[in-house]
């Protein structure tokens, strides 16, 4: 009795199991199985979604779409999960992080319109 008593009160600091689902995230990305990697981030958010280890999550998941070997990187959907970090958990020790990724990330992004712009420019002078 007093076994399963510590295993329900281990189980609520665990985050319900979110962080045993949380440590596969980092070794899944290392392998380049970066939908595994989602799938781990998305059941710690399911377990954990208002609470602790769920910012963690939403970190990790947003590196899953900025990791460069990522075939399906999208930088606006990792910008949109790190300022979920930045709202919705105003606590985290990652917030500070999840800010400079924000601003590399847009940074990237203008760049990438910039450089669209200028391509459509030199359409429209060679017509």
């Excluded at 779409?65 to 930045?86: E, Q, T």
């Amino acid at each position: 009795m007093a076994l399963s008593a510590c295993s329900s009160v281990g189980t609520l600091f665990d985050g319900g199991g979110a962080n045993a689902h949380l440590a596969q995230v980092e070794p899944l990305m290392v392998q380049h199985d970066f939908e595994g990697a989602l799938r781990e981030g998305q059941e710690v958010l399911a377990l954990s979604p208002k609470s602790p280890p769920g910012d963690e999550a939403l970190f990790d998941m947003a590196l899953v779409f900025a990791h460069y070997a990522n075939p399906k990187k999208d930088y606006r959907r990792s910008i949109g999960l790190f300022s979920r970090v930045v709202k919705e958990f105003p606590r985290s020790p990652r917030v500070e992080e999840a800010k400079i990724w924000i601003g590399v990330l847009e940074s990237i992004e203008k760049a990438k319109q910039v450089d669209a712009d200028i391509e459509e420019r030199k359409k429209g002078l060679v017509k």
